[in-house]
């Protein structure tokens, strides 16, 4: 493993966004919570992130945004803002399917806003350990342009600030940072802007001694935002374990692209519904908000829920897989795929599933099945290189890729 998770907020589609919250008023909205707009444009953060996070009695809303760092390959913005209130927090966040031990490296694409940005509760990124405890944090820009880095619970352990004017605000940043986890003096803290380095700290502790309740050191979850005074947008998230032999140091700067399924797969055991769709076409749904706060509506999770009226079915053991869009021309190296998928369960017992990616005419399943729930839910499977050549992922192998899943019990 390298690839532990990547997200480019670029889900089922892109579409022109506004900057303004947009308050629904034929449903009362529960004190503290801010409501998005219907319109699923505005809410498809939530697909492959939780958004778990509600506190206080101010304003403070995670929203996409016209701002942007690049087009997408539509020409339509993408990126996500968040802008929090003293007296608000909201945050995302991802669980991680098993856990990651030793190296942690994330990067991705930022933009410093005006407004509460460096105080001591305005972290960017936060990574957790199996004990639930703070390992590794990444800093917001404080006023003067520093970046800070912090490891150990409540930043116990370690806390580093690059020089002043690293950074400035309105301008997008590539922004990558390291952790090697030590309890001793084998620790390292290392990041980069734009690929030249700004913090550098070696022979350092950076984790707790003696490690997790696993005995190792370990990263297994991530929060984006998880602070008060908070103002910044960022693109093209990803996250690598040091792992393996590709994609296991710092990338430089580098974009996450989706491609959407455009026709059924070499597996077609699924039922579509409605009947006379294509596989394929079922798959492509249509996320939106239904209630941010109360009343509980059936199918809703965590404030949003799939649109069931489209959707492919079967319980038994059985494949299901799609061809998916071209890339562009890229002429890069492909630092690694993950392929998604959103899937609930709607008759009694137990149900488990694998997904799994086809190529040179095998099927690849991932390594983690994963119990279903009763809610829609998103699975994710990063995949660094290609597993049947064992090499990088090319353009051609990419663009005859399928991805599927398979109901194993």
Request: hydrophobic share 30%; proline share 4%.
């Amino acid at each position: 493993m390298a690839l532990v998770f990547c997200d480019g907020f670029d889900h089922y589609g892109t579409w022109d966004h506004t900057t303004d919250l947009e308050r629904i008023d034929d449903v009362p909205t529960p004190v503290g919570s801010a409501r998005l707009s219907t319109d699923p444009a505005e809410n498809q953060i939530n697909y492959k992130w939780t958004l778990s996070g509600a506190q206080g009695g101010g304003l403070g809303i995670w929203q996409y945004t016209t701002v942007q760092r690049r087009p997408s390959l539509t020409g339509d913005p993408i990126g996500i803002l968040v802008s929090q209130s003293i007296w608000y927090e909201s945050w995302i966040n991802r669980v991680f399917s098993e856990p990651h031990y030793n190296t942690l490296i994330v990067g991705f694409a930022f933009l410093a806003q005006p407004g509460y940005s460096g105080s001591a509760n305005s972290p960017i990124v936060t990574f957790y350990d199996y004990d639930g405890k703070e390992c590794a944090r990444l800093w917001a820009i404080d006023s003067t342009g520093r970046v800070r880095m912090t490891a150990g619970d409540n930043e116990s352990l370690q806390s580093f600030y690059s020089a002043i004017n690293t950074t400035e605000l309105y301008t997008w940043y590539h922004c990558e940072a390291k952790w090697v986890f030590d309890d001793v003096d084998g620790g390292s803290m290392e990041c980069r802007i734009n690929e030249v380095e700004v913090i550098n700290h070696t022979g350092i502790q950076t984790y707790k001694t003696g490690g997790d309740s696993q005995g190792n050191f370990s990263f297994v979850k991530v929060m984006v935002g998880k602070g008060i005074h908070n103002a910044f947008f960022m693109d093209d998230f990803y996250v690598l374990d040091g792992e393996g032999v590709y994609s296991n140091d710092f990338l430089g700067d580098c974009r996450i692209d989706t491609l959407y399924p455009n026709g059924n797969g070499y597996y077609t055991n699924f039922t579509p519904y409605p009947e006379d769709n294509e596989n394929w076409e079922n798959v492509d749904v249509e996320l939106f908000l239904r209630n941010a706060g109360y009343p509980f509506y059936e199918d809703q999770y965590y404030g949003f829920r799939i649109d069931w009226d489209t959707y492919n079915e079967a319980e038994a053991t059985v494949r299901e897989c799609y061809n998916l869009d071209s890339i562009v021309a890229l002429d890069r190296p492909i630092y690694g795929i993950q392929t998604n998928s959103v899937v609930r369960k709607t008759d009694a017992g137990h149900k488990r599933i694998e997904q799994f990616v086809r190529t040179h005419g095998e099927d690849y399943n991932s390594p983690n099945p994963v119990d279903v729930g009763d809610f829609s839910r998103h699975y994710y499977y990063p995949v660094t290189v290609n597993p049947y050549t064992g090499e990088q992922w090319t353009e051609s192998e990419i663009n005859s890729l399928q991805s599927g899943i398979e109901i194993i019990i």
